[in-house]
């Protein structure tokens, strides 16, 4: 048996108001005349609280991108190529946003020195040499896309991370006040990532002292956040932020399961969004989590979310199989919910009865 070796964030500032460090942060890796380019989320374009605050330099540049569908390869290749005519090279990319603006700036980063398309490097270990130095900064918290080894991109063939050493970002900078002012829904959708992530952890054959360390503080924070506090304030996002990154860390110990593997189908066929998507398969998974599925509903309650329902209604047989390649392909998920025999029980039929109920 080996046991995982693997990397962590270089350098992580938290606090509120520690975005004001930015500059100086920055400063320190700016090569001559190479710009840093900022990938924002175009949630904030029309903010100038936010966009006012990114310190530009030089030929430092703000790129807005679309967070409505979730990162894809030609996107991450239209990008760094871009980029790549325009300055050879670059000091930086620095992510602001969510999870798919994280993880889109990860993977410009190590496409602005690995050569061909990003859907070569889906995988675990493809990538061949260290990226551009990237930064990540959360305006939104749960999916620990902060902290992970992975940058999830919907390619040609899957919806599969480029997984490897050079992934982790070199510098986070986790400032609470950047989430204070999330819509609702979508701090909601995204903080039930983390608390997805804890239970999927916590019951997952892959578990060890470790990531139980990481996961159990974090499931306590989610539900101290979600379940038992009646307001959301400052100290609400400060848990958040932190539940985020304590329960990224639990999965890079052990691993997700049924629910992302379902969700990760969901999402390559219909391009439901991760957070939401989570939700809506979770809502179904009592079988396999009953104690975390009863939280979660009585959170949703709570909050007065909707989860949508009946959105595999009008699939045809092709979609069904092709969610279902989607998700039988990440082994590694199903192995750590069921165990090694898990093709025992999960079988095509299977999951074409689960996905019938989504
Ligand atoms: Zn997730």
Redesign the pocket.
């Known amino acids: 048996m080996s046991f995982k070796n693997f990397p962590m964030v270089r350098m992580v500032v938290y606090g509120r108001g520690c975005f004001a460090q930015t500059a100086d942060i920055l400063a320190p890796h700016r090569k001559k005349d190479k710009p840093f380019i900022f990938l924002v989320d175009d949630f904030f374009k029309d903010k100038s609280a936010l966009t006012n605050r990114i310190p530009l330099t030089g030929d430092d540049e703000i790129i807005f991108a679309s967070t409505v569908y979730e990162p894809k390869t030609t996107q991450v290749d239209g990008l760094a190529n871009t980029l790549k005519e325009k300055y050879g090279e670059v000091s930086g990319v620095i992510g602001i946003g969510g999870g798919s603006m994280l993880d889109l700036a990860k993977a410009v980063a190590l496409m602005m020195t690995n050569t061909g398309s990003s859907a070569d490097y889906q995988g675990w270990d493809l990538v061949k040499v260290p990226g551009a130095y990237h930064v990540g900064i959360p305006t939104l918290s749960g999916?620990?896309a902060e902290v992970s080894r992975t940058t999830v991109l919907t390619g040609p063939e899957r919806k599969l991370g480029m997984n490897s050493d050079y992934t982790p970002f070199d510098q986070i900078i986790l400032d609470p006040d950047l989430i204070k002012n999330a819509p609702k829904n979508q701090r909601f959708y995204t903080g039930m990532?983390c608390y997805?992530?804890c239970v999927e952890s916590l019951t997952g054959t892959y578990l060890n002292a470790f990531s139980r360390a990481y996961g159990e503080k974090a499931n306590e924070l989610c539900e101290e956040i979600f379940l038992h506090k009646n307001d959301w304030d400052d100290d609400s996002d400060e848990k958040l932020m932190m539940a985020s990154y304590l329960g990224g860390m639990s999965i890079a110990y052990s691993q997700?399961g049924v629910a992302?593997a379902l969700s990760y189908g969901l999402s390559f066929l219909l391009g439901t969004k991760?957070g939401i998507g989570?939700c809506i398969v979770f809502d179904h998974l009592a079988e396999f989590y009953p104690e975390g599925v009863r939280n979660f509903k009585a959170m949703v309650e709570k909050h007065g979310i909707d989860i949508p329902k009946g959105i595999c209604a009008n699939l045809s047989d092709a979609d069904f199989e092709k969610m279902i390649d989607v998700a039988l392909f990440l082994a590694p998920l199903w192995e750590n919910a069921l165990g090694k025999n898990w093709r025992d029980t999960i079988t095509r039929k299977k999951l074409r009865e689960m996905y019938e109920k989504m």
Request: charged content about 10%.
């Open positions: 999916t620990g990532d997805i992530h997700v992302h991760h989570n």
